[in-house]
C-alpha cells in the first residue's frame, strides 16, 4: 500500500514562500504521476499541480509563475515551491499519485482528482495578510 506524507505547511506572511514535500513509501514512486490539490474551508478540492513521470508540468491558471512542482525519484518525493503568497492560498495542501500510468507516455500528467489512487493526509498552509 502506497503512503504519502506531507510536510513543510506553516503560517506565512503575503508575498512569503513556502516549499511543501510529500514523502512516497510502498510503491514504485518513478511510475506515478504526482498532483498536488487543495482545499479551502468551505471550498471544493482543487487541482493545483502536476507532474509527469517524465517530469513534464501543468499548472492550475492561479499559481502559475507563483508555484514550482518537482520530484526527485532517487529520494521518492515531491516537492511544490511556492512563492508570492497570497491570502486567498490559504488551504490545506493534498499530494496524490497516479499509479495508472503504463498505458500512456511519459509525458502524460492529469488535474483531474479522480484519476489518482492514493492522497495524503494533507498539510496546512496559511497566508496572513
Known amino acids: 500500500q502506497v503512503q504519502l506524507v506531507e510536510s513543510g505547511g506553516g503560517l506565512v506572511q503575503a508575498g512569503g514562500s513556502l516549499r511543501l514535500s510529500c514523502a512516497a513509501s510502498?510503491?514504485?514512486?518513478?511510475?506515478?504521476?504526482m498532483g498536488w490539490f487543495r482545499q479551502a474551508p468551505g471550498k471544493e478540492r482543487e487541482f493545483v499541480a502536476t507532474?509527469?513521470?517524465?517530469?513534464?508540468?501543468s499548472y492550475a491558471d492561479f499559481v502559475k509563475g507563483r508555484f514550482i512542482i518537482s520530484r526527485d525519484n532517487a529520494k521518492n518525493t515531491v516537492y511544490l515551491q511556492m512563492n508570492s503568497l497570497k491570502p486567498e492560498d490559504t488551504a490545506v495542501y493534498y499530494c496524490?499519485?497516479?499509479?495508472?500510468?503504463?498505458?500512456?507516455?511519459?509525458?502524460?500528467?492529469?488535474?483531474?482528482?479522480?484519476?489518482?489512487?492514493?492522497w495524503g493526509q494533507g498539510t496546512q498552509v496559511t497566508v496572513s495578510s
Open positions: 507532474i509527469s513521470r517524465g517530469s513534464s508540468v
Open positions: 510502498g510503491g514504485t514512486f518513478s511510475s506515478y504521476v
Open positions: 496524490a499519485a497516479n499509479r495508472r500510468t503504463i498505458a500512456f507516455t511519459s509525458h502524460y500528467y492529469s488535474n483531474d482528482s479522480s484519476d489518482y489512487d492514493y
